[in-house]
């Protein structure tokens, strides 16, 4: 299992500071773009995107809790995005917003509210290269994990393994010591939050992740 950071309540301030150690330790870094309409948040928008590019060569998760995710797709591309999530709740065409991300030459995600079944994206799974679950809901930093989102990642790894799909596995929300255990062994990729940037030592949170 590898380790995303979501920077949502990373210190703006001092990012040199906060965010540059935390992006050596880990092996993506995962931006929550919310646009007040899908998610009743508002967060920040490619040009921090870009911003942060300039720090780190890690690969850039960018997911797009936003209603019109075909609207700003291009943007977060030239930003230096390597994934772009998106929702399947999103008003949008999802195989078209799948290919239109692709045809930038980068790798498409789609991801699920708490709400929405494996079963409501299973017609996509050949053509995506991440499957995002939110064990929370999102819009907001710190919440607790939901454990109905243990079965989702169970039901992606089969579906993965029966049909040959090379989609990786993402898990969002509440993941730190205690729950991360309870999905390591379905999921590629974990993104953390709070847990490692509110951290006094972010770089023990990402090994007691690493080592599970």
Known sequence: MKISV???????A?????????????????????D??????????????GALRKLTNKPFDTHLMMMHPQNYIEQFVKAGSQYITFHVEADCDVMETIKLIKSFG??????????????????????????????VEPGFGGQKFMESAIDKTKKLKELKEKNGYNYLINIDGGINGNTAPLISKYVDLAVSGSYICNADNPKERIEVLKNL
């Open 6 to 12: 979501s920077i949502l309540t990373l210190d703006f």
């Open 14 to 34: 001092n990012v040199e500071k906060t965010f540059v150690p935390i992006a050596k330790d880990v092996d993506y870094i995962h931006m929550d773009i919310m």
């Open 36 to 49: 007040a309409e899908f998610v009743p948040n508002i967060s920040f928008g490619y040009s921090v995107v």
């Open 106 to 135: 980068i790798k498409a995600g789609i991801s699920i509210k708490p709400k929405t079944s494996v079963e409501e994206i299973e017609k996509y799974l050949p053509y995506v290269d991440m499957v995002l679950v939110m064990s």
